[in-house]
C-alpha cells in the first residue's frame, strides 16, 4: 500500500490543483493561471496530497499575521472519505500554528455537508451566515477555528 505524501504546492502543480477544482462541486473554480499566481503569492500556502506521484488533493490558505484563511480545498472524487481531506486540513493548520496565526476562516455553502461536518470535526464553529451568498440562493456560513 503507498502512502499519502503531502508537500507544499508551486506553480508546477496547478494545471493539476486546476483539473481537481474542475471537477469538484462546491470549491473555487480557479483556473491553471489562478493556480499559478496564487502559489506565488508571499501570503499563500498551498499544501497538496499525493498517492503514487498523483495528485488526490490539495488545500490552499492565505497566511497574514494572525489571521489565515482557506481559501480553496477539494479532494479528487475517487479518494475522498479515506482522510485525505482531514492531513491537508491538519497540515495548514499545523503550520499556521508554526507561523503564528491565532484565527483560521473559512466559508462553505450551507449545502456541503460533507465540508461542514469534515470542519466540525477540526473544531470550526459558525460565526456568521452570508444570506444568500451563492447565487442570490444558497447561505455562506463563515466558519472560524481559533487555535
Ligand atoms: C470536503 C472534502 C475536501 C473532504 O475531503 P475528504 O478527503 O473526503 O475528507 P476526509 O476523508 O478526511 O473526511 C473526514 C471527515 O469529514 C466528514 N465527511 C467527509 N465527507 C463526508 C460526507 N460525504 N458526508 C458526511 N461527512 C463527511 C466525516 O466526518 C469524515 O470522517 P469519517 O470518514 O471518519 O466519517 C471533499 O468532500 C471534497 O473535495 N468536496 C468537494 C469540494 C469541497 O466541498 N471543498 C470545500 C469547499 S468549502
Partial sequence: MREIVLSRA????AGEMSAIAASS??????????FESEA????ARIYAAF??????????????????ELTNFAVRGRYRRSGIG????????????SEGVKNITLEVSEKNSAAIALYEKFKFKTVSVRKKFYNNSDDALLMLREI
Fill in 86 to 97: 482531514s492531513m491537508l486540513l491538519a497540515k495548514g493548520i499545523e503550520s499556521a500554528l
Fill in 25 to 34: 462541486d462546491f470549491c473555487a473554480k480557479w483556473s491553471a493561471s489562478d
Fill in 40 to 43: 506565488s503569492n508571499k501570503f
Fill in 51 to 68: 498517492y503514487g506521484g498523483e495528485m488526490a488533493g490539495f488545500a490552499a490558505f492565505r497566511f497574514c499575521r494572525e489571521d489565515a
Fill in 10 to 13: 508551486d506553480s508546477s502543480s
